[in-house]
């Protein structure tokens, strides 16, 4: 096992001079058998600055046989112009990140392995931008974050707001508050278009609708009243004439009772009571 170098501790929050690619070492922790269903499991711990003094190959920083340490030199992170959309998402999302990628293939006999030490992951990238980790994600790759330092985060926007610019959406105007005039320029303005239009064979028209008769609801009121196949009653119906002769008078009552008695509502105690007597007549209205 091989200790690194005294920089290491150093963050990789100094922006680099220029636009040129920042070089960047990886350290991830690895976890032997953290469960009953993995056999290792891995996390992301630091994102440093690589000098050059790291190598190129996996290092391993500490073992205790359960939890170990690795360092994965040779990263580097440029700026394009084309990911502006992604920096200015990940600068707008409220807190800047680092994108780390990997990808575990456990039937892979080396490349992913590290002879001794046991199965390691293969690093896809480092990236500020937000699409890109996103489309890794989509590919079914392992991402993780962490935060960006404050430097890089200033290096970042000065890059974005340099090269980034917001597609502006032009509002279209519906044609219902066009008035008449507009609407006329609008159509000379669109001259070959509407002669095309023009010159093209008229379709036929299709066939009007039948129009029904102004008195179709006195028609069917007609059929309604007329027809004694409407005209039956389940005994629960009121007609009209009847409405003010139910509530508050014997008649109204008795037939209540009755109703009832015949949909066996009553207690036992009214069963036994004969029913009230018919009116005579009812109170005037």
């Known amino acids: 096992m091989s200790a690194p170098p005294s920089d290491m501790s150093a963050s990789a929050s100094k922006p680099p001079p220029s636009l040129a690619p920042l070089p960047v070492a990886v350290v991830m922790e690895r976890v032997a058998a953290p469960n009953a269903w993995e056999r290792w499991q ?10 050059g003094a790291f190598g190129d190959a996996p290092r391993c920083l500490v073992d205790d046989g359960k939890v170990s340490r690795w360092l994965f030199p040779g990263h580097k992170v ?84 340099a090269h980034f610019h917001p597609e502006t959406r032009r509002k279209v105007r519906a044609q219902s508050f066009l008035s008449p005039q507009e609407r006329e320029r609008m159509t000379a303005d669109a001259g070959p278009s509407a002669d095309a239009n023009a010159s ?30 409407f005209r039956r009653s389940d005994g629960l119906d009121v007609s009209d004439a009847e409405v003010h002769a139910i509530e508050g008078t014997p008649t109204g009552r008795q037939r209540k009772i009755q109703q009832a008695r015949e949909l066996g509502l009553l207690d036992d105690e009214l069963l036994d009571q004969d029913p009230p007597p018919a009116a005579d007549h009812d109170p005037p209205r």
Not at 42 to 51: C, G
Not at 141 to 148: D, G, I, Q, R, S
């Open 42 to 51: 891995f996390r992301l711990l630091e994102v440093v600055p690589d000098e």
């Open 200 to 229: 093209a064979p008229a379709r036929p028209a299709a066939p009007a609708a039948p129009t029904l008769g102004a008195d179709l609801n006195a028609e069917l009121r007609e059929l309604f009243h007329g027809d004694p196949h």
């Open 78 to 161: 440029a700026l394009v112009r084309d990911g502006s959309k992604g920096y200015y998402l990940n600068l707008t999302s409220g807190r800047p990140s680092w994108f780390v990628s990997w990808v575990v293939d456990e039937g892979d006999g080396g490349g992913g392995s590290d002879a001794g030490h046991g199965l390691l992951p293969t690093l896809t990238g480092v990236s500020l931008s937000y699409v890109e980790a996103d489309r890794r994600m989509a590919s079914e790759e392992h991402v993780e974050t962490l935060p960006l330092p404050a430097e890089l985060c200033e290096w970042l926007r000065q890059f974005t707001n």
